[in-house]
């Protein structure tokens, strides 16, 4: 019998941690690392680990969450949100309208979960019903013969 090959899939976490180490040692020269190469290493970990965490005192105000989500739609070529309502409030996006598709739904819930200082998204989009009847491969193979 032969054996059959299953693959060793890395978590995140190991991932995150092996680019840390290519990146750290790949600065240093053999006979040690100059004063530049140390400050980017260590300026580079830095960025990666205090992403996106501001003082304590810091909120972002309802209406820049609103207008960074607003931008990011509107520069995406791909999802149409002409008839898509977002509100903000306390950092909770609230989406409302009609897409399309699901994926358009969930894509724009996506985009809006990842903008800073938003705490919650709640979608309540709705899916317009397509106007096209759902057909099989088979039965539009056959109209097409």
Do not use: W
Request: proline letters at 3%.
């Amino acid at each position: 019998m032969s054996k059959s090959y299953r693959p060793t899939f890395k978590n995140s976490r190991e991932i995150k941690k092996e680019n840390y180490e290519n990146d750290y040692y790949a600065n240093y020269r053999s006979d040690g690392p100059g004063p530049v190469e140390l400050e980017a290493s260590v300026h580079h970990f830095r960025l990666e680990t205090y992403r996106g965490i501001g003082p304590k005192s810091y909120t972002r105000s309802d209406n820049s969450i609103e207008e960074e989500v607003c931008e990011i739609l509107i520069h995406d070529r791909f999802i149409d949100v002409e008839n898509v309502f977002i509100s903000v409030e306390k950092g909770v996006v609230k989406l409302s309208g009609s897409v399309r598709d699901r994926r358009e739904k969930f894509e724009i819930e996506d985009i809006a979960e990842h903008v800073l200082g938003v705490v919650e998204v709640k979608n309540e989009i709705q899916v317009q019903k397509s106007r096209i009847p759902e057909s099989d491969d088979f039965t539009v193979r056959r109209q097409l013969d």
